[in-house]
């Protein structure tokens, strides 16, 4: 059996304050735990992004070269 209730924000922080400190700190957790959830990175994003394809020094070098001298011919 589920009872749903409307309260406002200011309502909730009252009856959180009320709380007996042992419940204080495991309501605090919870939503830490919820807060932490919900900002955690995507891992496998990060895999994908971080085993992509990267240049190599020489590469890097020659794309410079080359953007120096396309930016020369375009200021002549």
């Known amino acids: 059996m589920q009872v749903q209730i409307?309260?406002?924000?200011?309502?909730?922080?009252?009856?959180?304050?009320?709380?007996?400190?042992?419940?204080w700190n495991k309501l605090k957790e919870e939503v830490e735990k919820e807060v932490l959830a919900e900002?955690?990175?995507?891992?496998?994003?990060?895999?994908?992004?971080?085993?992509?394809?990267?240049?190599?020094?020489?590469?890097s070098a020659e794309i410079a070269d080359t953007r120096k001298a396309i930016n020369q011919w375009r200021t002549k």
């Open 39 to 59: 900002n955690k990175p995507d891992t496998e994003f990060i895999k994908l992004l971080l085993s992509g394809p990267t240049f190599s020094e020489e590469q």
């Open 6 to 23: 409307d309260i406002n924000f200011d309502q909730l922080v009252e009856i959180a304050k009320k709380l007996p400190e042992t419940q």
